[in-house]
């Protein structure tokens, strides 16, 4: 079986942890639930409007106890007014290196959106549009965020996933200690077993219930249902164990890091261990984004997207965000020309 469809399944089973962990629980209660899983149920993030997230993704091929290829993927780095009136403010990086199915990535990447201007640092070089053209594509996505489940609604899969709780995927919750964030946050931490299975069915379900969520997914190499399902049958047979899942929860319940760690049985006496994991830092104690300049011609960026000005003109903002999705994930997992 290729490398390629459990980094796709390691893929799913993140996504859908942290859509199902921070949107889909964290309903108000009268009183603290009295056990670890109604607990990890209420995980959310409420009430957080700026902060430091990252994502990050690990993946070791071994045989025989030594490492054959690895590879890593990050994307970190500050937002502010989430959840508020209008579009979001990021200054994410966006790293990948190392050797994956046999090709050798090396992708540095980031946009910086601001009220007042997009920036993009795309494969070494920085790019600005023009104002007026800012202007339209910050309209075109602002539309787009007023319409459940277009594809141009970057919260697309969070409204799909309304109903889900941790414990639909994760089971045996137990407490598992007092500790603290990157940034000195005291959270209490719950570990659990992950359910692949359950985790690939909440993927499904998402993609099948919202079609802009589908597409988003589709964008960044989520397999097809039908290849879905057959990673499902396979993947209890080459689990080494169930993964376990660690969850960091604030007082106020909101998830501070997510960790998921998977070792897969491949052919040849091979392994793949794979961990995803997510943190947030600095909650709604970040107040700005830094001020920089594009100094490369713009119409540049839009070639590397196979684009141009009329392009964008004619496109909506769902066909523009998926199609930046994809080109974003083939450069990031190494796809281009494959």
Not at 54 to 61: A, E, H, M, S
């Amino acid at each position: 079986m290729r490398v390629w469809r459990w980094v796709a399944v390691g893929m799913a089973c993140l996504l859908a942890g942290l859509i199902l962990a921070a949107c889909g629980g964290g309903e108000t209660t009268t009183e603290p639930p009295a056990t670890p899983a109604g607990k990890a149920d209420l995980a959310n993030f409420e009430g957080v409007h700026s902060g430091e997230g990252g994502i990050n993704l690990t993946i070791n091929r071994i045989k025989g106890k030594q490492p054959v290829e690895g590879f890593t993927m990050r994307i970190i780095g500050p937002f502010m007014k989430a959840g508020e009136e209008g579009l979001p403010q990021i200054d994410p990086a966006i790293e990948a290196s190392g050797e994956l199915a046999g090709r050798q990535i090396e992708f540095i990447s980031g946009p910086l959106l601001r009220d007042d201007k997009w920036v993009v640092n795309f494969d070494g070089k920085v790019y600005e549009p023009p104002h007026e053209v800012f202007e339209e594509l910050k309209s075109k996505f602002e539309d787009a965020q007023d319409e459940e489940g277009n594809s141009g609604n970057a919260m697309a899969c969070v409204e799909a996933s309304d109903g889900f709780s941790v414990s639909d995927l994760v089971h045996d919750i137990s407490y598992e200690g007092k500790g603290e964030t990157f940034d000195g946050t005291p959270v209490e931490t719950f570990g659990g077993d992950l359910d692949p299975v359950a985790a690939i069915d909440e993927v499904i379900q998402l993609v099948e219930a919202s079609p802009g969520c589908k597409a988003q997914l589709e964008a960044v190499g989520l397999p097809p249902v039908s290849e879905l399902e057959t990673v499902q049958r396979d993947l209890s047979k080459s689990l080494t164990e169930p993964p376990r899942v660690t969850l960091g929860l604030d007082k106020e319940g909101v998830l501070r890091y997510l960790n998921i760690p998977a070792n897969v049985k491949l052919p040849q006496h091979e392994e793949l261990e794979i961990v995803v994991a997510m943190s947030l830092n600095q909650v709604n104690k970040v107040t700005r984004m830094p001020i920089t300049h594009g100094y490369t011609p713009y119409p540049q960026l839009l070639k590397q997207f196979g684009l141009n000005n009329e392009d964008v003109e004619q496109a909506d903002a769902g066909e523009i965000y998926v199609g930046i999705l994809e080109v974003l994930s083939d450069r990031l997992f190494g796809r281009e020309g494959s």
